[in-house]
Nanobody
Framework: QVQLVESGGELVQAGGSLRLTCAAS????????MAWFRQAPGKEQEFVAF?????????YYADAVKGRFTISRDNAKSAVYLQMNSLKPEDTAVYSC????????????????WGQGTQVTVSS
């Protein structure tokens, strides 16, 4: 099984940048698809970004973050990253990473493994 731990969330001003890290355990990390989700107070969990498992990874982004966020992975380090630029107050949420072998990559229930989440707060 895969153990996931997120880090990097903090308070940042609008227009600033953060990089979130999801560190994974195990020796089979490279075979899992990875995604980032977020959940703001009073809102449903929202898909953010997806990256596939093969070396030339394919990525997919939610419209709300496209052009501002970049997902990447380093299988040698068993880590996945979310680079967030031009942050907006509406990006404020708990960000969680997820791992699995999925068909519907935008659906939280498709993923088997989750981290504890890290809080990102963007002030105006």
């Amino acid at each position: 099984q895969v153990q996931l731990v997120e880090s990097g969330g903090e308070l940042v001003q609008a227009g600033g940048s953060l990089r979130l890290t999801c560190a994974a355990s195990g020796r089979t990390f490279s075979s899992y698809q990875m995604a980032w989700f977020r959940q703001a107070p009073g809102k449903e969990q929202e898909f953010v970004a997806f990256i596939n498992w093969w070396s030339d990874a394919n990525t997919y982004y939610a419209d709300a973050v496209k052009g501002r966020f970049t997902i990447s992975r380093d299988n040698a380090k068993s880590a996945v990253y979310l680079q967030m630029n031009s942050l907006k107050p509406e990006d404020t949420a708990v960000y969680s990473c997820a791992a699995g072998r999925v068909t519907d990559y935008e659906l939280p229930g498709a993923y088997d493994y989750w981290g504890q989440g890290t809080q990102v707060t963007v002030s105006s």
